[in-house]
């Protein structure tokens, strides 16, 4: 089977038991190391000093992780490539049966380091760039990085996509639409985050950063993508609050090099727990605590976990916004065939509950391979 296709039967078992249980974490966060080779001038989450976390304890980690149900583990930093043995890590996910993602600056790869990449099993990787040419902000330009998304191209077996910003400091926004524009050209997936302050709270878009966002909506994205949660983004845009109900430390889970639970980067220290003493008990408790940092949040892995308890809890009306959302901007939009079989699976809670069952039982085995 190809690896596309085995990425997309892993989704849909992610799903499924989504679906089914609102009590595992559905992505979890886990930094290897703090350090970094870069010092982007907007960045809160690098040092210049930290050892990798010893590869038994990360193991040990992800084990847990394990334990407690978790469906996708993404690693992160610092800049998670300098960690010595991060194929070990990535192999050590798919073998607990979670997804494997990972996040860098993508100015380490080479063509050796795609193909290790590879037979560790990573399913998506996601590289930040930020713009067309270096600048005194970041260093995470097209110009340094081309030849990496080329290598890419060529050896991936895993899934990439790109990520570009907006917001206060970026000095050239319409730079965005050029990072994704050529993301698309290579066959990527091409995304857009908005910089938040140093606990992760909004910064209103300044005008011809809110048009650059616009062009970029224009080139397109999928159907269960963020973006089409449209009464998000046309707030976070705009600076206004989100009413939405926050399920970090439960469904997400963010933990540090020390091996604590936080509700995401921007908010280490809650609840501040040793992953090897979290329980089942911590997930629901801190799943269900409304957070204050909320309504002005900008965090979009937290609200895409978010989305699934959305379907969960009000499956209707979620999947009835998102088409006629999508409608609006592509008025020759038809609902795929898929998505309508999955409708009707899961719309109905009797239904929901035994093909949640079987569809997770099916897709066990093949989830792990």
């Known amino acids: 089977m190809f690896n596309g296709a085995r990425r997309k039967i892993r989704e849909v078992r992610v799903f499924a038991r989504a679906m089914q249980s609102g009590s595992h974490p559905i992505l979890a966060q886990i930094v290897p190391i703090r350090r970094c080779n870069l010092d982007c001038s907007y960045c809160n989450e690098y040092d210049k000093t930290s050892a990798p976390v010893p590869l038994e304890e990360m193991l040990r980690r992800i084990d847990k992780l394990g334990e407690l149900g978790t469906s996708i583990i993404t690693v992160s930093g610092g800049e998670p490539t300098l960690h010595p043995e991060l194929d070990a890590i990535i192999a050590r996910i798919r073998k607990r049966g979670a997804m494997a993602t990972l996040i860098t600056n993508g100015l380490l790869l080479t063509p050796t380091r795609i193909r290790g990449l590879n037979r560790a099993g990573l399913d998506y990787l996601q590289i930040s760039i930020d713009n067309v040419r270096p600048d005194e902000v970041s260093k995470k330009s097209l110009r340094a990085l081309d030849q990496k998304l080329l290598w890419l191209e060529r050896d991936a077996k895993f899934g990439v996509t790109i990520n570009s910003v907006l917001g206060a400091g970026v000095t050239n926004p319409d730079d965005a639409v050029i990072i994704g524009r050529r993301a698309r050209d290579l066959g990527f997936t091409s995304t857009l985050g908005i910089l938040h302050d140093g606990s992760g709270q909004l910064q209103p878009l300044a005008e011809k950063h809110q048009r650059a966002y616009e062009d970029f909506r224009k080139l397109g994205a999928g159907l269960f993508s963020f973006a089409n949660f449209d009464h998000f983004e046309d707030n976070i845009i705009r600076g206004k609050a989100n009413d939405w109900n926050c399920r970090a430390g ?81 008025p020759e939009f038809r609902t795929p065939a898929m998505v309508r079989a999955l409708s009707w699976m899961f719309l109905d809670q009797r239904r929901r509950g035994f093909f949640g069952r079987i569809m997770t039982a099916m897709l066990a085995t093949n989830g792990r391979k």
Do not use: N, W
């Open 250 to 330: 439960g469904r997400f889970l963010y933990i540090c090099e020390d091996g604590l639970v936080h509700y995401c980067s921007q908010q280490r220290g809650h609840p501040g727990i040793p992953l090897a003493d979290y329980t089942l008990e911590d997930l629901q408790r801190e799943s269900a605590k409304p957070k204050a940092c909320a309504p002005m949040c900008t965090i979009s892995c937290v609200h895409q976990t978010a989305m699934f308890d959305d379907f969960r809890e009000h499956p209707r009306e979620t999947l009835h916004g998102i088409l006629e959302r999508r409608r609006a901007i592509d």
